[in-house]
């Protein structure tokens, strides 16, 4: 059986009320326009064998969003990286060439932590 065919059922297996119906949520949000996302990068290595990466967190919006935003962060800089779960590594110390890029464009409540 293929994954698509599965229902997305959060961890419930099984309900003893007989009138239970599983009513799902929408996750996705719509993506916040870039003046009112709170972007914060840092620098970690937790976990990583002692790589460094930038981490971009605070990305409010669909994940196409944060893929798309996480292609042109990995390309400015020049290295690798992924984004998912609302964060983006960049692989390596890119903390001020992500900064400048995201100050340039538009995204004005970016911080350096």
Same mark, same amino acid.
């Given at each position: 059986?293929?994954?698509?065919?599965? &229902?997305?059922?959060?961890?419930?297996?099984?309900? $003893?009320? &007989?009138?239970?119906?599983?009513?799902?949520?929408?996750?996705?949000?719509?993506?916040? &326009? &870039?003046?009112?996302?709170?972007?914060?990068?840092?620098?970690?290595?937790?976990?990583?064998?002692?790589?460094?990466?930038?981490?971009?967190?605070?990305?409010?919006? $669909?994940?196409?969003?944060?893929?798309?935003?996480?292609?042109?962060?990995?390309?400015?800089?020049?290295?690798?990286?992924?984004?998912?779960?609302?964060?983006?590594?960049?692989?390596?110390?890119?903390?001020?060439?992500?900064?400048?890029?995201?100050?340039?464009?538009?995204?004005?409540?970016?911080?350096?932590?």
């Amino acid at each position: 059986m293929s994954k698509k065919n599965i &229902p997305d059922n959060r961890g419930f297996v099984y309900s $003893t009320d &007989p009138n239970f119906s599983f009513d799902r949520q929408e996750e996705d949000q719509a993506t916040l &326009p &870039p003046a009112q996302q709170k972007l914060r990068i840092l620098l970690d290595k937790k976990q990583r064998a002692g790589k460094i990466v930038s981490l971009i967190t605070g990305f409010i919006g $669909t994940d196409a969003d944060l893929q798309e935003l996480g292609k042109k962060l990995k390309g400015i800089c020049g290295s690798g990286g992924s984004a998912k779960d609302g964060e983006i590594l960049v692989q390596g110390d890119h903390r001020d060439k992500v900064l400048q890029w995201l100050l340039k464009n538009g995204y004005t409540n970016s911080k350096k932590v």
